[in-house]
């Protein structure tokens, strides 16, 4: 039974992984500078951007999880790859001001954005093939597959 | 085979959907409060309270699908629905005292006590199914669907 | 159809359960602590304890729910209850510092390290299944039971 479930989700079991690695990244990063006593703000610093990254890795996980359960996996996986460029780019780019204006953080917006709009899409299509028995998934997955590559564009 | 998954989880997912909603409003109030420069304390409170929902996020999202899972969706996902209405008030009438003694915060402690008692119920029901082979899975979910109710109570 | 879903993730849902469960007994001793107001270095103590768990609390769930989707839940399952063990230990041995260099934060990470691997090894074998149609399921889920009882070494 579970080899057909892990056909539907292995793209999004390998982003969770790196995701993952990215935050033992980012706890080691701040471990080291925790260690070095001689230099406060960097560690202020290291350790507001790993707390907002973690604050919204939650969000981003069930989001991206419903979205390649609800429709398809690939555009999900795809979308998730690019949060967590994003979130790499934030993280290296944070310079400590509370305020969470950097570009990183706007371009985790818009993926996560999409992932719900994923979600909602993949909703809406199971309600119409369940009372209507219309089925549009494979122009929806279309569609979402090449809508996710816009998602490049920065 | 995706379409019979969905059909178990969508309203877990609609309700996860609903939660994102919710933090991404959460966030946006933080953030204004952060540019604000020139009110500190109500800064201050706007974010403990972020944190206090968002640490409790991920336990909740937890809770809620195993017991979706496990028993029943409609029932978890109006738990989950009562317990975002909670968080929001919670959010809104926090008054910026570390100790959580507001009725929002016992509330959520509620429905999660409820959430967990779906899980432990849903696993003794499949136990006994696998070892004595009789299922009480439809006079359970009609116990839940009542009594899922009483959390309107106040 | 969901109890046989169950059957493939019942010792998981109850791992998360108890999970949930030493989350509440966390968030009960950070309550009782803040109510005490004599007691301010104790607080921060015990608050920063429960930000570390909770930081790294989403991880563990990802890692130990993939682990127990791709490959075999009884190993995750275990490397799950001995990642609470170390984590109680953690947050009862916290002592104040900073910097997390107690042995319950290492012992974290080698369960976590460990999850990780049962998840690349799932994966591959998928793929292994899936395009030189070789499994080798059953030796991997030998393998695994057997190397999971390693991490009881301290």
């Given amino acids: 039974m579970l080899s057909i479930v892990v056909e539907h989700i292995f793209l ?17 990063k ?6 070095e006593h001689n230099n406060k703000t960097a560690f202020e610093r290291v350790s507001c951007a790993n707390r907002n990254c973690m604050d ?8 991206m999880w419903c979205a390649g359960l609800c429709l398809n996996q690939a555009p ?15 993280f290296v780019g944070y310079m ?4 969470q204006s950097t570009p990183g953080y706007l371009f985790g917006k818009r993926v996560l954005a999409f ?11 199971f309600l119409l093939l369940r009372y209507f028995s219309s089925d549009y998934k494979d122009t929806l997955e279309m569609i979402t597959n090449a809508a996710s590559a816009l998602l490049l564009i920065p």
């Avoid at 400590?96 to 305020?99: D, F, H, L, N």
């Fill in 12 to 28: 999004l079991v390998i982003v969770t992984l790196i995701s993952v690695l990215q935050n033992a990244f980012f706890a080691t």
């Fill in 56 to 63: 919204s890795y939650p969000t981003f996980l069930a989001v």
């Fill in 76 to 90: 999900a996986a795809f979308a998730g790859i690019i949060y967590l460029v994003a979130r790499q780019k934030y």
């Fill in 115 to 125: 992932l719900i709009l994923m979600c909602i899409v993949g909703i809406f299509n």
């Fill in 30 to 35: 701040v471990e080291r500078e925790g260690k």
């Fill in 96 to 99: 400590g001001q509370t305020s």
